[in-house]
């Protein structure tokens, strides 16, 4: 089992930056596909950013694109989201999530391990 924790949400107003963290502890997930995804209240469950077990690919949702960047340290065995001109449409809880495979996906069904959630509150 893969326990992951997030961290590092908070308030912060239009324009601003923020930088999520997951730690991953309990199984080694060395080789997972690790990926965003974030929650608004009303709202699915939608992909943000994703990136391979060896962090040589990445992929974003077009609405985050060339704001936000994925990366991880399988050395610390965590994974980090550092966003960038926040926006209001970008609050909401985040999760990070792993999954038994190399390649990253898109699709919360197809990851096996979910975060409780960070929130984060954009203000204008």
């Known amino acids: 089992q893969v326990r992951l924790v997030e961290s590092g949400g908070g308030l912060v107003q239009t324009g601003g930056s923020l930088r999520l963290s997951c730690a991953a502890s309990?199984?080694?997930?060395?080789?997972?596909?690790m990926g965003w995804f974030r929650q608004a209240p009303g709202k699915e469950r939608e992909f943000v950013a994703a990136?391979?077990?060896?962090?040589?690919?990445?992929l974003y949702a077009d609405s985050v694109k060339g704001r936000f960047s994925i990366s991880r340290d399988n050395a610390k065995n965590t994974l980090y989201l550092q966003m960038s001109r926040l926006k209001v449409e970008d609050a909401a809880l985040y999760y990070c999530?792993?999954?038994?495979?190399?390649?990253?996906?898109?699709?919360?069904?197809?990851?096996?391990?979910w975060g409780q959630g960070t929130q984060v509150t954009v203000s204008s």
């Open positions: 990136i391979t077990w060896n962090g040589g690919r990445t």
């Open positions: 309990g199984r080694t997930c060395g080789t997972c596909a």
């Open positions: 999530a792993a999954r038994n495979a190399l390649i990253p996906v898109t699709t919360p069904p197809q990851y096996d391990y």
